[in-house]
T-cell receptor
Framework: AQRVTQPEKLLSVFKGAPVELKCNYS??????LFWYVQYSRQRLQLLLR??SRESIKGFTADLNKGETSFHLKKPFAQEEDSAMYYC???????????FGGGTRLMVKP | NAGVMQNPRHLVRRRGQEARLRCSPM?????VYWYRQLPEEGLKFMVY????????ESGMPKERFSAEFPKEGPSILRIQQVVRGDSAAYFC????????????FGEGSRLTVL
């Protein structure tokens, strides 16, 4: 069975500090991983996907198959980054996404 | 494009009543997914549908819950004989195809069972 674990429910950092939101997964196949974000009073939306190897809003995430991790990182947090972040895994069947429990990021001024 | 539309946004039911939640996917999207979010928990997959077909219902409770996505009209998640434990936010998402990884979410329907 596939599983996504986000060990931190809440992460609080000061503006300008580096931030890392942790995500670990378990899946027997070759996973596709994503980060979704939900800003206050907005819908859940895709932030980035590992296959694109892109940086979105300064965020990057590297898939580490050895550690089965897909941590989300940003070198300098901004107040507008405050939101709920969800890590998600898509199975090879491509039927649906399995989400982690989410991490609330609070960036303090 | 108005995005994924869910209604009602808030629904209050007494134990034993029925709850119907509706979801209209984005224009051009034929794949619909329902997720449930219990208080203080993450999103849990319930069911994946295409027009007139249930593709994967592995996350849906076997009893009292059903879902459909008819040829015409919105997708409907139906909960019969609701219990207090059904109180949750129910999110619908749509995608244009299978395996794209990007789901477009609605704002959710919050069900409260008294």
């Amino acid at each position: 069975a596939q599983r996504v674990t986000q060990p931190e429910k809440l992460l609080s950092v000061f503006k300008g500090a580096p931030v890392e939101l942790k995500c670990n997964y378990s899946y027997s196949g070759s996973p596709e991983l994503f980060w979704y974000v939900q800003y206050s009073r907005q819908r859940l939306q895709l932030l980035l996907r590992h296959i694109s190897r892109e940086s979105i809003k300064g965020f990057t995430a590297d898939l580490n198959k050895g550690e089965t991790s897909f941590h989300l990182k940003k070198p300098f947090a901004q107040e507008e980054d405050s939101a709920m972040y969800y890590c998600a895994l898509e199975s090879n069947a491509g039927n649906m996404l399995t989400f982690g429990g989410g991490t609330r990021l609070m960036v303090k001024p | 494009n108005a995005g994924v539309m869910q209604n009602p946004r808030h629904l209050v039911r007494r134990r034993g009543q029925e709850a119907r939640l509706r979801c209209s996917p984005m224009k051009g999207h034929s794949h619909v997914y329902w997720y449930r979010q219990l208080p203080e928990e993450g999103l849990k997959f319930m069911v994946y549908l295409q027009k007139e077909n249930i593709i994967d219902e592995s996350g849906m409770p076997k009893e009292r819950f059903s879902a459909e996505f008819p040829k015409e009209g919105p997708s409907i998640l139906r909960i019969q004989q609701v219990v207090r434990g059904d109180s949750a936010a129910y999110f619908c998402a749509s995608s244009p195809g299978q395996g794209t990884g990007e789901l477009f979410f609605g704002e959710g329907s919050r069900l409260t069972v008294l």
